[in-house]
């Protein structure tokens, strides 16, 4: 759902590793997307509470103050939060994690390293934007 005037979807990355969330940001940002940047758990969650406008949320797992787990689930215990994709990304991520994340509602869970334009594609498809072929993610 993406602002109808602009065309661009709104992206909140979450992850404490600066370069990691400014990688993301100068991929996403070649296409209709617009990102704003947490290095916490709280600072996202107080994000997505603001009251703007986000498309899609993509939390690292392992932050200071909330995990992307204890982020996930605070998003999902609103109402109004019940349908926005968000996106787990982990280093050290195993099986229960995934079990976990799932659990509480997340759309997809990925492990790092990962392919910059595999996200891109992912991004895109889950808000309907076009990949970078230029095709709209369904």
């Not at 992206?11 to 704003?36: N, W, Y």
């Not at 392919?115 to 709209?136: C, M, N, Q, W």
């Amino acid at each position: 759902m993406t602002d109808s005037a602009s065309g661009v979807s709104h992206i909140l990355v979450a992850d404490d590793e600066a370069h990691i969330g400014r990688i993301i940001k100068m991929k996403l940002e070649q296409g209709p997307f617009r990102v704003s940047l947490a290095y916490d758990g709280q600072e996202a969650l107080d994000m997505v509470n603001n009251g703007e406008h986000l498309d899609l949320v993509l939390l690292d797992l392992m932050m200071p103050k909330l995990s992307g787990l204890d982020v996930l689930r605070r998003i999902r215990e609103q109402e109004k939060f019940k349908s926005l994709p968000c996106i787990i990304l982990t280093a050290g991520g195993d099986a229960k994690h995934e079990r976990d994340a799932f659990d509480l509602g997340a759309t997809q869970f990925l492990t790092k390293p990962f392919s910059p334009k595999k996200l891109y594609a992912l991004v895109a498809r889950l808000t309907g934007a076009p990949d970078e072929a230029g095709i709209i993610g369904e």
